[in-house]
Nanobody, 123 residues
Framework: QVQLVESGGGLVQPGGSLRLSCAAS????????MGWYRQAPGKQRELVAR???????NYADSVKGRFTISRDNAKNTVYLQMNSLKPEDTAVYYC?????????????????WGQGTLVTVSS
């Protein structure tokens, strides 16, 4: 069984910063891509940023230059540093991890989602 635990959301004023964390634990053989998505009220879930196992990154146009995704492979953790936050960044942020889990020598490819953390940008 694999679990993702997210942390770091909260209320911040426009122009402020937050750092989200997402730690994966359980019967993990290897982790491939890790990413952050968000869903604002009444909108579809969208990709915010993604990082591959090799460290390549891609970002939504709306966050380029303001958000930075990184990962600590030793800790199976992905981070999202969010700077210069805007009210339109308000959403529930979800991490997603593509990994290979192992259980009794059986390997399975999984796409696992975190529980979501609310980020509210408001004065």
């Amino acid at each position: 069984q694999v679990q993702l635990v997210e942390s770091g959301g909260g209320l911040v004023q426009p122009g402020g910063s937050l750092r989200l964390s997402c730690a994966a634990s359980g019967s993990i053989f290897s982790i491939n891509a890790m990413g952050w998505y968000r869903q604002a009220p009444g909108k579809q879930r969208e990709l915010v940023a993604r990082i591959t196992s090799g460290g390549s990154t891609n970002y939504a146009d709306s966050v380029k230059g303001r958000f930075t995704i990184s990962r600590d492979n030793a800790k199976n953790t992905v981070y999202l540093q969010m700077n210069s936050l805007k009210p339109e960044d308000t959403a529930v942020y979800y991490c997603k991890v593509d990994l290979v889990a192992v259980d009794s020598r059986v390997y399975r490819y999984l796409e696992v989602w975190g529980q979501g953390t609310l980020v509210t940008v408001s004065s």
